[in-house]
């Protein structure tokens, strides 16, 4: 199985007192990490109705949006209700299939194979340890060729140095798969 690995990590991110983590679902923050998603989609198919993903945190559900536009079946994890019925009601639209676990990264459920697990601006602020493990489960879910695209925090982020995330390096990241 060849998994490809899309990893980004933020350094120094200088945030305004208005950008905190919370305002994610708002999307006042976060924008930079489109690009990595937008790269990722190059990589697959223009429709892909049989494909499926897995997003760890949602936020509003911008990037589940474009999967479900293209015939994705997606799945995302999210502490918050909000996220799921803002993503679930946003999919009637496109007629889209869509599931939501409104669960921390230690209770996600994955189940059958994954061509696409995605995280920005998420998987930082869970617990280091759980996702760790969630990260080195994904391979047990991965069809061939899977494409693995996340986020992680470096140490001079603002988010790390505040205490309210965890920081890991880009080798960090690739000794886990």
Same mark, same amino acid.
């Given at each position: 199985?060849?998994?490809?690995?899309?990893?980004?990590?933020?350094?120094?991110?200088?945030?305004?007192?208005?950008?905190?983590? +919370?305002?994610?679902?708002?999307?006042?923050?976060?924008?930079?990490?489109?690009?990595?998603?937008?790269?990722?989609?190059?990589?697959?198919?223009?429709?892909?109705?049989?494909?499926?993903?897995?997003?760890?945190?949602?936020?509003?559900?911008?990037?589940?949006?474009?999967?479900?536009?293209?015939?994705?079946?997606?799945?995302?994890?999210?502490?918050?209700?909000?996220?799921?019925?803002?993503?679930?009601?946003?999919?009637?639209?496109?007629?889209?299939?869509?599931?939501?676990?409104?669960?921390?990264?230690?209770?996600?459920?994955?189940?059958?194979?994954?061509?696409?697990?995605?995280?920005?601006?998420?998987?930082?602020?869970?617990?280091?340890? +759980?996702?760790?493990?969630?990260?080195?489960?994904?391979?047990?879910?991965?069809?061939?060729?899977?494409?693995?695209?996340?986020?992680?925090?470096?140490?001079?982020?603002?988010?790390?140095?505040?205490?309210?995330?965890?920081?890991? +390096?880009? +080798?960090?990241?690739?000794?886990?798969?």
């Amino acid at each position: 199985m060849r998994i490809i690995i899309i990893c980004f990590c933020l350094i120094n991110s200088a945030l305004a007192e208005s950008n905190k983590w +919370e305002n994610y679902i708002n999307q006042s923050v976060g924008a930079p990490l489109y690009y990595l998603h937008e790269s990722a989609l190059y990589l697959f198919p223009s429709q892909c109705p049989n494909c499926r993903a897995f997003s760890f945190g949602s936020g509003p559900g911008n990037e589940e949006i474009d999967l479900v536009k293209k015939g994705w079946v997606v799945t995302s994890n999210g502490i918050n209700p909000l996220s799921g019925s803002i993503i679930t009601e946003r999919v009637k639209i496109f007629h889209g299939r869509f599931a939501f676990q409104n669960v921390d990264f230690a209770s996600i459920k994955l189940n059958g194979q994954y061509d696409y697990f995605f995280s920005f601006f998420a998987l930082p602020f869970g617990d280091k340890k +759980e996702v760790q493990k969630l990260v080195r489960h994904m391979s047990l879910y991965s069809k061939k060729d899977t494409l693995i695209a996340l986020n992680f925090f470096g140490p001079e982020n603002d988010f790390v140095k505040k205490g309210v995330a965890f920081s890991m +390096e880009h +080798e960090e990241v690739i000794k886990l798969l």
